[in-house]
């Protein structure tokens, strides 16, 4: 696989697909989140009435009003890299990983419509973006990704050396 190639790979128990891609797919995701915030921190700091001083606070709470936090856990075997995120409400397809040698990406956004029974409410945040560096480096050809019941869990084979 060439750098910068988006591959479907294995899907999970539900229907769809988790894609699992490398190089700029995941970037233009990334940079359309910021671009988001910004955009809401902004408004943030007009309501305020222009005053300087609390951009941080805006961006945090930007932040927070648009991305779902991610409750992440990592652990490693002598073969693989394993990663665990509780993403309650996405369905696989609303899911992209990325993964690069020593970094996994993991990012989503909620379909809105039509609203869901197992959704999050309608004011919760509607994305994901969350980016985890890893113990060890992996090979992204073997990765897979499934989710189950809200659990998504990466598999993903460390570099033979």
Avoid: C
């Avoid at 539900?14 to 995941?26: F, P």
């Avoid at 941080?56 to 995120?85: G, N």
Wanted: net charge neutral; aromatic share 6%; charged share 30%.
């Amino acid at each position: 696989m060439r750098h910068g190639e988006g591959v479907n790979r294995h899907s999970g128990q539900q229907n769809g697909r988790i894609e699992i891609v490398s190089g700029k797919g995941l970037g233009e995701f990334a940079s359309s989140i910021r671009d988001a915030v910004a955009r809401r921190a902004y408004e943030l700091f007009e309501a305020r009435g222009y005053q300087h001083g609390n951009d941080l606070e805006d961006w945090f709470r930007a932040e927070s009003e648009l991305l779902h936090p991610l409750k992440v856990e990592t652990w490693e075997t002598d073969r693989e890299v394993v990663v665990t995120a509780q993403v309650p409400g996405f369905r696989p397809e609303e899911i992209k990983v990325g993964i690069e040698p020593q970094r996994a990406i993991i990012s989503g956004k909620l379909d809105p419509r039509p609203p869901r029974a197992d959704a999050y409410p309608s004011r919760a945040p509607l994305a994901l973006y969350h980016t985890l560096d890893l113990p060890a480096k992996v090979d992204s050809s073997g990765a897979s990704a499934k989710l189950v019941d809200g659990l998504l869990k990466l598999e993903l084979p460390k570099v033979v050396r």
